[in-house]
């Protein structure tokens, strides 16, 4: 749960709030930060991450767990903010999450596969051991 903006700073969370809201390191947040993903306001040495950069990070992450690339994610950010009613970063949100699914669910038939041959050579080499101890006894 994100934790709620204090009075003194309505707008605003520093780094610590920010990781401990999004489970994320400081230096996650500082790496978003060098590929020009996250914009947090510098005030000396502090970070003060605004809403628009909680939004961000909450899309950056969601896309990591999905599989998309940092460059990926960068682009869809980008179209946000070239066209506020989201139109074209939908769509090619949309496009980008059909190409996705259909790379994971071929991972997960490759898998599937060598889960079921992994468990039929496990069966095998359980039917060779009981012959050789029943051979032994």
Known sequence: MIPKPTPARPDTMTIREMCDAFDVTPRTLRFYEQ??????????TKRLFTRRDRARLKLI?????????????????????RDGTQEAQLSRTY???RERLQVLEQERDTLNEAIADLRAQMSWGEEVLAGLRKAAE
Request: zero cysteines; hydrophobic letters at 40%.
């Open 61 to 81: 992450l969601r896309g990591k767990r999905f599989g998309f690339s940092l460059e990926d994610i960068r682009q869809l950010l980008d179209l946000y903010d």
């Open 95 to 97: 496009d980008l999450a």
């Open 35 to 44: 590929k020009e993903l996250l914009f947090p306001i510098r005030q000396g």
